[in-house]
């Protein structure tokens, strides 16, 4: 039972979420054998203000 984590800053429509999860999802299958219904796919969304690189706040750029 393959378990995909994908961690992402915020900022995706649901409708861009459901497509990045459906095509991994298509991934997974495809090139892992699983079968479709074991395949979990989890999207962690942080707050901009909760990731910062290289110093600097993504809330901030």
């Not at 459906?22 to 979990?40: H, L, Q, S, Y």
Request: no cysteine; hydrophobic share 40%.
């Amino acid at each position: 039972m393959p378990f995909v984590h994908v961690e992402l800053v915020e900022g995706r429509t649901e409708a861009q979420l459901k497509a990045m999860m459906t095509e991994i999802t298509d991934a997974v299958e495809k090139n892992a054998g699983a079968p479709r219904e074991a395949i979990k796919v989890i999207v962690n969304e942080m707050p901009k203000n909760r990731y910062m690189d290289g110093g600097n706040l993504k809330s901030e750029v």
